[in-house]
């Protein structure tokens, strides 16, 4: 059964800074691709990161570009979201997921993706 838990979210004021975090079970980690999105209320669950399966790739949103830095480390089945500079537009519920088998690039479609983690809410206060 595979698993994904997100940790890391809380309250931060505006020009902070917090670091997800999202560990993987059941899967072998290092085969997929891997990926953050964000969902605020009302709106769609957006692709905030995205990381290849080497670490070697990755791509941002323009929103986070020069703010967000996403990692990940294959020997602990961890990947990271370290973010700086964060802003109260940042605030949503942040999700990492994880891809399809045979997805081992950079993925920035939601339907590239077949499991999820439950979320960890980041709020900014302005």
């Known amino acids: 059964q595979v698993q994904l838990v997100e940790s890391g979210g809380g309250l931060v004021q505006a020009g902070g800074s917090l670091r997800l975090s999202c560990t993987v079970s059941?899967?072998?980690?290092?085969?997929?691709?891997m990926g953050w999105f964000r969902q605020a209320p009302g709106k769609e669950r957006d692709i905030v990161a995205a990381?290849?399966?080497?670490?070697?790739?990755?791509y941002y949103a323009d929103s986070v570009k020069g703010r967000f830095t996403i990692s990940r480390d294959n020997a602990k089945n961890l990947m990271y979201l370290q973010m700086n500079s964060l802003k109260p537009e940042d605030t949503a519920v942040y999700y990492c997921?994880?891809?399809?088998?045979?997805?081992?690039?950079?993925?920035?479609?939601?339907?590239?993706?077949?499991?999820w983690g439950q979320g960890t809410q980041v709020t900014v206060s302005s």
């Open positions: 990381i290849s399966w080497s670490g070697s790739s990755t």
């Open positions: 059941g899967r072998t980690f290092s085969r997929h691709a």
């Open positions: 997921a994880t891809t399809r088998p045979f997805k081992p690039a950079v993925t920035t479609t939601r339907d590239g993706y077949d499991y």
